[in-house]
């Protein structure tokens, strides 16, 4: 069983910055990437940022810039700073981890933002 527990979300104005956490628990070995997806009220889910165990990042389009990833193996956590946000980027923001293939998900943290 592997466990992610969001943190970090809330309510801002544009143009704020604020800073995601996520941290992993239980059987985690095998693991292969982590980042983060979300999901605005009829949207589908879009990749915001993930970065593999070996360092190497990608960031999805509408975020290219104004966010950067970052990891703690040792803490199996990892981190998500948003720059110059936009109303475009309320969302509810999905932790997840790669693990043997397969993509496990926290249960999301609402990031709010005011025009």
């Known amino acids: 069983q592997v466990q992610l527990v969001e943190s970090g979300g809330g309510l801002v104005q544009a143009g704020d910055t604020l800073r995601l956490s996520c941290e992993a628990s239980g059987t985690i070995s095998g693991i292969t990437a982590m980042g983060w997806y979300r999901q605005a009220p009829g949207n589908q889910r879009e990749l915001v940022a993930g970065i593999t165990v070996g360092g190497h990042t990608n960031y999805g389009e509408s975020v290219q810039g104004r966010c950067t990833i970052s990891r703690e193996l040792r803490k199996n956590a990892w981190h998500l700073q948003m720059n110059t946000l936009k109303p475009e980027d309320t969302a509810v923001y999905y932790c997840?981890?790669?693990?043997?293939?397969?993509?496990?998900y926290g249960q999301g943290t609402q990031v709010t933002v005011s025009s």
């Open positions: 997840f981890l790669r693990r043997l293939n397969y993509n496990h």
